[in-house]
């Protein structure tokens, strides 16, 4: 069933033109009375209601009409049709009611006018800052003068007796500039708080009162396991006087001369002694344990034979001390003080096979990779060099390639050493101004971490069982470190591990013990590492000899 439309109540905008109810409209509407015509009566009763009222149903009989409303003097007349639109709202355009005075805007300000400028003018700033003020010194300093404290308090006896306690005056500033306090001349305060330093340590470590600092999860021995004593060490960083070979044999340089210690046995046999108003100042053993070269001040190489402890040769040609030596096959490398590095084939007679040329410096550090393809040198330039170690067919006189130059060290670098598990993953460690660990990749240069240490870095040792490696330190710390990688996160770390800077170490053939010497004129193996489950039973006659305790002199 359709139900028909409602009719709408307003005209189309065609008829009429809509405007908004104002109150200036409705003011105007309310001064106009609507007046109906009132019919005179004789005198009949009923004659008193009109006809509208008559012929309206909601309007009762009985009720009285609501009295007529005078017609004001107003001059416009009033129609139905202006009642039905005053109603609705609704004013006809050009109608009477358009003639009323009706505000249909609002007010609008006039636009403010701006100073014109020519271009080469600029503009004018607030040159004043909103924290800092712009007033005169003087007019600050009066201003400052006027702020102080309240004397009057609500308890002026507790502030008296505040202000004679603590010595400030009421209106004072606590806060300012005064002299430093005289140091103290009893130090029993300090030795006091260096005692009790250890029971402030960082979480996660355990201090000791023998100098060692380990992590929870990690046992070191806090003492070495054997001494022995090493008169005559020299007490040199440029130096390289500890050599562990194969054969768990060490070799030792003392003064003029060399030294090997069977670990096995316990016995010390003299091998050589340098020439009279020199010293010996390297040594290294052969990749098989079975040939000692050994260094000397003036510039000689040596040749010895472990087993008989002979002297085989003697190779010249240098012109400085020889500070370091490495081994790889029949190539006995040699680094010179003068910044050469010399290639020595022990099996001929012209044995200088090639010479490399890269330091301004002594060289004090060099290490052969163990596949034979890279040698690294350090020096007292504070440069690492990684050579092509390729030799090849050579005459005498040719030159090495250096393939990577690093120049990132502050201090000379004697400590190098090649990772025996990643290849390519070669440390280097600065001097006192530097003491600084870098890992460099060979393979594409780049420089993988950073560690700084709090002292001279002296040697580096890998572990071959772990991931991790030690370093050894001089002064102030004379410590031993261990820090794990890639973390270089520490380890383990024995301070004051020599009266003096730990300045030589090397590592056993199993991997678990290190011997330091220093210049206390001591050696000293520490057992730092295990030795895995499966060599143990191998290497367990080798390991007996060094749990003993004792010490021996090589003399």
Known sequence: MAYPKTPTRHRSRSDVAKTPITPSLVYALNNISISSPSTKTGGNKASKYSLADISNPFISK???VSPVKRATSSSIQVSESLKRQASSGVIRKG????????????????????????????????????????????????????????????????????????????????????????????TTLTQQRELARPLYARPGTLPSSSGVVTNRSRKIATQPE??????????????NLLSWSVQNVVAVA???????????????????????GTYVSSVNFSNDGAFLG???????????????????????????????????????????????????????ARHKVMEL???????????????????????NDNVVNIWDGRVGDVTEGSRGVVRWTKRNHTAAVKALAWCPWQPSLLASGGGTNDATVHIWNS????????????????????????KEFLTTHGYPTNAIMVHAYPSLGPVAEIRDAHDSRVLFSCISPAG????????????????IWEVPTAKKKKESKEGRSLTGSGILSLR
């Open 95 to 186: 109608g009477v009611e358009s003639k009323l005075d009706v505000v249909s805007r609002d007010y609008v300000p006039p636009p403010k006018s701006e100073a014109k400028r020519s271009r080469s003018t600029p503009a004018m700033r607030d040159s004043r800052d909103r924290f800092i003020t712009n007033r005169e010194v003087t007019e600050v300093a009066a201003t400052l003068d006027l702020v102080s404290l309240n004397p009057k308090s609500s308890s002026p006896g507790h502030t008296a007796r505040l202000v004679a306690a603590t010595g400030v005056p009421l209106n004072k500033r606590v806060l300012a500039f005064h002299e430093a306090p005289p140091v103290a001349s009893d």
């Open 226 to 239: 054997r001494v022995l004593d090493a008169p005559g060490m020299v007490d040199d960083f440029y130096l």
């Open 294 to 348: 050994v260094g000397i001040g003036t510039g000689e190489v040596e040749l010895w034979d472990v087993e008989t402890g002979q002297r085989l040769r003697s190779m010249g040609g240098h012109q400085a001390q020889i500070a370091a030596l490495s081994w790889h096959g029949h190539i006995l490398s040699s680094a010179c003080g003068d910044g050469s590095i010399w290639h020595h084939d022990v099996r001929v």
């Open 254 to 276: 003392l003064s003029e001369n060399t030294y090997i210690w069977r670990a096995d046995t316990g016995t010390v046999v003299q091998v050589g002694e340098a020439p009279e």
């Open 357 to 379: 040329l890269g330091h301004n410096g002594e060289v004090c550090g060099l290490t052969w990779r163990a596949d034979g393809e890279l040698l690294a040198s350090g020096g």
């Open 512 to 527: 678990d013990m290190v011997c330091t010497g220093a210049g206390d004129e001591n050696l000293k193996f520490w057992r």
């Open 443 to 466: 393979t594409t240069g780049g420089r993988l971490h950073t560690l700084k240490t709090p002292s001279q870095v002296t040697s580096i040792q890998w572990s071959p069982h772990k």
């Open 62 to 64: 009985s009720r009285p």
